[in-house]
């Protein structure tokens, strides 16, 4: 549909969740409801949560006519929780779930929420914008060598403790507020655009997941997820560090006999799918069987 984010490996999750009629499965980073939608129309009932409320409202207009479909607000971290809160959920199990990691294309080109260093708005990167920390003050309070340890971790980049002196001696003069201040800062750090991948692209991954504690939440929702679906699994992952928890936590799942590993390799984008939507292109999804 015209408007919505396009959802990555669509027909892949709807046959790895294997849906039938009348079974509930759980979409834990609703979005713009591409999952969801398929599911629904495959006959089977979702309850989709999202920590973004503007996620939510988009979605619901999407959804809300179709029926078999409960929308919550929340971090998939507290999961069992955010299910209790609703009566009409608390005692179901899952015959699925899904997770679809990462920012959607209308959070990205929303200049608000400042999650792209291609357009110009405020360092925010809050997924939830209840959350108090904002990706300008991390970048302007933390020390040279929390910066670098930051982008170093959470981003995997080379040039860390090149950028964070940057970062540092800049912000001594002026604080760095917006998304293409920092990007341009990026740029001159390295010397340019010399290589294929945008200078600012892992710092601002690592920012991102900072001010939303990504990783910890994902370990804490494969956790809780584990408990409630009795059938498959699937996890969409968009960088590394996403790929190597979901790896990790598969793997000891089985060896504690709580299921088996579906995808010994991960799924990836087809070449078709690439080419129309590109930001498919790091996608990886593995899909675990609950027994």
Not at 73 to 78: E, K, P, S, V, Y
Not at 94 to 119: K, M
Not at 247 to 268: A, D, L, N, Y
Request: hydrophobic share 40%; aromatic share 8%; proline share 3%.
């Amino acid at each position: 549909m015209e408007g919505y984010h396009r959802s990555v490996l669509l027909r892949e999750v709807i046959k790895a969740l294997d849906v039938q009629d009348d079974y509930w499965y759980l979409d834990c980073t609703l979005g713009d409801g591409g999952h969801s939608l398929e599911i629904l129309k495959q006959g089977g009932k979702v309850v989709g949560l999202d920590v973004d409320p503007q996620a939510l409202e988009r979605t619901e207009v999407r959804l809300g006519g179709l029926g078999n479909v409960v929308l919550i607000q929340g971090n998939f971290r507290d999961l069992k929780d955010l299910l209790k809160q609703q009566t009409d959920t608390d005692s179901l199990k899952f015959a699925g779930a899904i997770f679809d990691l990462g920012v959607s294309s209308l959070q990205f080109e929303d200049p608000n929420r400042g999650f792209s260093f291609l357009r110009q708005g405020q360092l925010d990167m809050r997924m939830d914008p209840s959350l108090q920390v904002k990706a300008l003050d991390l970048i302007n309070v933390l020390s040279r060598k929390e910066l670098y340890e930051l982008f170093h971790n959470l981003g995997e980049e080379k040039y860390s403790k090149r950028l964070a002196a940057a970062c540092s001696s800049t912000r001594e003069v002026v604080p760095i507020r917006t998304t293409t201040e920092l990007a341009e800062l990026m740029v001159r750090a390295v010397g340019g655009l010399r290589e294929k991948i945008h200078p600012a692209t892992r710092v601002f991954q690592a920012l991102r997941i900072a001010v939303n504690d990504e990783l910890n939440a994902l370990k804490a929702g494969l956790d809780q997820v584990k408990d409630l679906v009795y059938g498959y699994i699937c996890v969409i992952s968009f960088h590394s560090l996403e790929d190597r928890i979901v790896k990790t936590v598969f793997k000891e799942w089985e060896g504690k006999g709580v299921g088996q590993i579906v995808t010994r390799k991960p799924i990836v984008p087809s070449d078709e799918e690439i080419y129309e939507n590109p930001r498919s292109r790091s996608a990886k999804m593995r899909v675990f069987k609950k027994i």
